[in-house]
């Protein structure tokens, strides 16, 4: 009886913030009772939370030694080691957490953490969700659901989560996490809400200032961006997130780069327990460097970079899909395959490699006054996905596609208006700018009758160059590695080559450099292809308001010009493999 009563004071103490206190009273209490497995299990989380890790591992590692079974005391141990930068064990340890005790949601959720950790984003979404199921309207589930989900690109579920994480919760990270899948999807003036709601409630902090500058520069206001993160970047609490993107942004401005360097490298040089953690700052060097002429040195920052992605390509899983994708819809089988009732003519489908110009086309038509954009839209790789669920049969897409019936097919475009409805009320054209949705064209041009199917191009070592030198998420995995690009970018033109064949004219092409140097004829001739008139607003697409949240912000907020188009040729002396394996393409 004693030893509760000590055990809950110690409790109490440690949640008033005397961790000191609660130390000794537990401390004396495992000496007095060395055999007590919850004295030692409620040490080691007062350790936590005094920042001692290490010897919180030794701790929790007794409460196991007497009870191999503690599920509680796992988690611990995995948080412990994780703090420590023992990644692989703590992964072990939640693993076995789950195993013990498949029922507890804490276990699921640290496993989904150390997944996340390890850059296994598909495992850590399986995880999260196990988790969040067993414990409802739990924030913390529901806040590490909302990141799983923003890992995969699957944004607008991450809003969802996120909100009803906030719902559950009105704290700093439910803040932060929900601004964040906000400005994924490019809105810019909820998310700088949700941040300055943020900084208000804990003033300076790192996370909402940084956040505040990224959607600033979405709204196309470097210089509020620039002075937002000077009050963070030279802070003790400044993260590796706010460093890097002020180096950034430092790169377009040539009076700032030589200190943005120093700092940059002076991150680098600080030893970390989490070497993913410095992706970002790699990106943000090289880009520096760029800036400043040095393109050996740019080249390998981007490069060390890319190494610390994990190797999720696979070329033959790329061949494999592009293969069933080419057999599904092939002539034959688009023929058989019925179409829609649909008569929206609203869709505008923008696709095409990263970088290679979908978001200069898509701000061109949206600048339109009856037109406009709405990002990179999931949608559609959803809807294709549930067809085999739709229609009650094992599978997936592509190939399940093939029994598709024309009920389906009408439920999957009434599904996609219905949101463009809700994204562009009152609009006569909506432009969906899914680079990958490359992939899903044979199944669009069946749901859309008349929708609009534009291809974007440009060079093919500038397009893979320009993945390769600008930090892309898990979604891009082959952008890892010169090689995966090459195998990644053969696929997508054989593709796209049979496309062509079985699409014909209904496949608009646009070429970037045409464009950059015809900007008039061609805005002109994507505007048409839109089946829009001509307005002069649109060759005045850089002094649009609407938020911008892909990498290309920084070019569609100025005028067409010329300066990216034979950038490979500064690195050519670093690239080699590029040149060779696409110099079919050339």
Known sequence: MRSVQLITSARKAATSGKLDEAERILRQLVVSEPSNVLAWYTLGCVLMDLRRASHAAEVFGQTLRLKPD????????????????????????????????????????????????????????????????LTPRDPDARTLLSLCLQDLGRNMEGVEAGRRALADRR???????????????????????????????????????AGKARAAEALGDKGLALSTLDRVIHSPRANNAAIAQYGMLAAGAPERRAGAIDLVRGRLATPTNNPAGAIPLWFALGSLLEGEGDFGG?????????????????????????????????????????????VDDRPVFIVGMPRSGTTLLEQIIASHPRAQGVGELEDILRLVNS??????????????????????????????????????????????????????????????????????????????????????????????????????????????????????????????????????????????????DWDPACLKFYEGKRAVSTASVSQVRRPMYDSSIGRWKRFEPYIGELIEGLREFL
């Open 70 to 133: 503690h599920a509680d005391a796992l988690v611990g141990m995995s948080r412990a080691l994780a703090a420590m930068g023992n990644l692989a064990q703590a992964l072990a340890a939640a693993q076995r957490a789950t195993s013990v005790a498949p029922g507890s949601s804490a276990a699921w959720t640290e496993l989904a953490r150390r997944q996340r950790t390890m850059s296994r984003p598909m495992d850590a979404l399986a995880s999260i969700q196990r988790g969040e199921s």
């Open 171 to 209: 704290g700093l990270t439910e803040l932060i996490t929900l601004a964040t899948a906000h400005l994924a999807l490019g809105e810019s003036t909820e998310a700088m809400s949700l941040y300055d709601e943020a900084e208000r409630k804990s003033p300076g902090l790192p996370e909402a200032l």
């Open 298 to 342: 740019a080249f390998d920052a981007y490069k060390r970079g890319k190494s610390l992605f994990p190797a999720l390509f696979s070329a033959a899983g790329t061949r494999r899909r592009v293969s069933e994708l080419i057999e599904t819809f092939s002539e034959a089988g688009l023929a058989r395959m019925p179409r829609s009732d649909s």
């Open 387 to 532: 067809v085999p669920g739709r229609l009650g049969v094992g599978g997936s897409y592509p190939p399940a596609f093939a029994g598709v019936t024309r009920e389906v097919v009408n439920q999957l475009s009434r599904e996609y208006s219905d949101r463009l409805t809700q994204l562009a009320p009152g609009k006569d054209r909506v432009v969906d700018k899914m680079p990958h949705n490359y992939m899903n064209v044979g199944a669009m041009s069946l749901m859309f009758p008349r929708g609009v199917l534009v291809h974007s191009r440009r060079n093919p070592i500038d397009t893979c160059l320009s993945c390769f030198t600008t930090l892309l998420g898990p979604a891009h995995a082959y952008a890892t590695s010169l090689s995966n690009l090459v195998e990644h970018y053969r696929e997508y033109r054989r593709l796209m080559a049979h496309w062509r064949g079985v699409l014909g004219d209904r496949l608009v092409e646009m070429d970037y450099e045409k464009l950059v140097a015809e900007p008039e004829s061609e805005s002109r001739r994507l505007v048409a292809a839109a089946r829009l």
